[in-house]
């Protein structure tokens, strides 16, 4: 059973409390939550699972900080999805059922005061386990916006239990949370009972259109709402963004925008980090005596990180659109336009957007799946999000064009390059559909589930709110992935620094990388890629390739001996590279060779990035290795359908 | 042409119309789902629009919306209301 230890929170020893906020998804409950704690939170996985706990601390008053869980969302406490079920938990969290579960002092129910009856069939849910609980009415100057009028103290009176109106954006309500909280600690309103739990968990028919029933009633009650003419502003929005033809384009727009921003406006910070890191590589060689430490820490550990690091602005920028799209509300439409398409694959609407953003990058998009609900369409998509050509292909595609297809026009007039470029994404995105396909076909079949989603409401999103999401999940991503990448990183450093090359001034970078354990695994390799094209420079290239793709350009370099700054020396590998004969006397890299270590760089997995992201997001080994050795299978017969099949129709 | 106040089922319900729900059939996990989302007998809903691809459905009932795919849609009988 999945737990949440608080142990995790800040200076937990001086908190008396504990404070769960639970509620329906877009209730507010994550407002509430910024809004209590401000910036003394963070975001933790729940262990075993992938569900975000996000903690904090709530200063009541001057004196004590209670520990504040903002629970993953919830439509009642009969759970379908792990994130409801981890929420129910801890909801209902008894000792004998859940061993060392949280078992919060304080549930505070938040109800979106816009929409009071589904919200109340959860909080009267929650109400009836018996625990000390708290209702926070969100929303409540839209609510009176739209002309609803409720009456909280009858709403009190009726569900037993405090009620306040919090407007959470302006903090308005939010000492009066802190007093009813602080009245209510303590208290238990009857004992909950083990047999309690099991009737709120196990609810039946009947019960379910009685508690609705009870709930129309007494809104009825206490809901006074003037009536509205015409039609909302969420349902003007919406008949222009979820419109037949306005819809789509809209949304293709969008994805056109953040694309660019995500392309030229992290480029700029990109190529500075990718540049620092390069200076303090070469001021580690300067100021360190020659030697194996020093190249451990210039090649290995700052060449490791660098590699993490660089991706850090598209990463920030990709979870900054993310989360500006979940806030607003549009992330829903967009998976309301696309739904039917992406079920021709088996999938549902909110993989599509992952998938889009796989485009630039892979890591970040996997992370993004979290808003699937069905694990298997969630690892569905994660194991075919690496197939869209992710930005790091590009140098590698460019480098292939420009030594092997140099300069040829297709029908006198287009670049050959480009044409080359765009069939290297159709191949990405075809075999993406025909294995997601053949997936949910198979290993990850599961049984359809009601696709049933609420369109929340416009909101336009809170700065506060979207820096949080956006900070805190690039920071995990930054830890989590950077342990993993530097481990990796080394190792192969080491495979290509070892054993040492002797006689070590006239040893030659290409010669020292040529008698390396990886030179050597290239050679050995030698029999097995032949059939691809390749030769054994390519081979070590492909090993320093897992790392992270591009990492073949300098890797060529390194081996062409054409030294290792990539941007000015580009010129001369490409040079290296036309020149380059086998023995025979023919041309090493030849159109079809660059053409089949394209295809193989579209199909194969060679990211660490990606597979640390993979690891942490499935919690196991077992879904990257699976993902890094069928890509690998499907390069490698992609490269060799294509080298030989080429050869048969007669290239060379 | 639907007669009126003939029983229909929600996928066939015509845009704009409002309803009222009589029963939702299906396996029980998603027959849940969907009263406990709020589409229970006696409620009041109408169908907002199709996506662009003709599913799913927007629909709206009580004060919100929710999409719903055209083979759940099926399991919701509905009466019109006049």
Known sequence: MPQLKMSAVPSQSLSTLSVAIAGNPNAGKTSLFNALTGLRQRIANYPGVTVEATQGLWYLDDRSPVAVVDLPGLYSLNATSIDEQIACDTLVGSGERYESSISPDVIIVAIDATNLTRNLYLATQVIELGRPTVVALTMFDLALRNGIQINVPLLAEALGVPVVPVVARRLIGIDALASAVKKVAGQIRGSVSATRIDDALTIRKDELLDRYQQIDSLVSRVLTQKKTEGLTRTERIDAVLTHRIFGPLILIAVVLFVFQMIFSWANLPMNLIDGGFAALSRTIRTTFPTGIFTDLLADGVIAGVGGVLVFLPQILLLFLFIAILEESGYMARAAFLMDRLMRTVGLDGKAFLPLVMSFACAVPAIMATRTIQSTKDRITTIMIAPFMSCSARLPVYTLMIASCFSNQKTFGFISTGALIILAMYLLGISTAIIVAWVFKHSILKAPSAAFVMELPVYRIPSISNVFHTMLSRAGLFVKRASTVILAASILLWALAAFPRSTGSSSVTASEQVSNSYAGRAGRLMEPLIAPLGFDWRIGIGLISSFAARETIVSTLGVVYNVGNEEQEQSGSLVNAMVNARKADGSRMWTPLVGLSLMVFFVLACQCMSTLAVVRRETNSWRWPLFMVSYMLVLAYLGSLITFQGGRLLGFN | ?82
């Open chain 2, 1 to 82: 042409m639907q007669k009126r106040n003939a029983p229909s089922t929600l996928s066939t319900l015509p845009h704009g119309r409002v309803a009222t729900i009589l029963n939702v059939l299906g396996p029980r996990l998603i027959a849940m789902r969907l009263m406990e989302m709020g589409l229970v007998p006696g409620a009041s809903i109408s169908v907002v629009r199709s996506a662009p691809l003709g599913d799913p459905i927007q629909i709206k009932l009580r004060d919100y919306h929710l999409a719903l795919r055209r083979t759940e849609a099926a399991l919701i009988n509905v009466a019109l209301a006049d």
